[in-house]
C-alpha cells in the first residue's frame, strides 16, 4: 500500500467519523429535549399532587355539618 493510498484511507476515515459525530450530536440533542419535557410535565404531576394533597388535609380538618 503507497503512501498517497494510506493518506487517502486515514481522510476517508475523518470523513465518516465527522458524519457519525454530527449524528451523535442530532441525536443527543433530541434527547436532551426529551427529557426536558419529562422533567417539565413531572413538575406538573408533583404540582397537582400537592394541590390534591391540601385538599384533602383541609377537607378533614373542617368541622362536619350535621
Not at 6 to 15: A, C, F, L, N, S
Request: aromatic share 4%.
Amino acid at each position: 500500500m503507497g503512501l498517497t493510498e494510506k493518506m487517502w484511507d486515514g481522510i476517508t476515515r475523518v470523513i465518516q467519523m465527522d458524519g457519525k459525530v454530527e449524528r451523535l450530536a442530532d441525536t443527543v440533542i433530541e434527547q436532551q429535549r426529551r427529557i426536558e419535557e419529562l422533567t417539565e410535565r413531572v413538575i406538573r404531576l408533583e404540582t397537582r399532587l400537592d394541590t390534591y394533597v391540601e385538599i384533602a388535609q383541609t377537607r378533614r380538618a373542617l368541622p362536619d355539618r350535621d
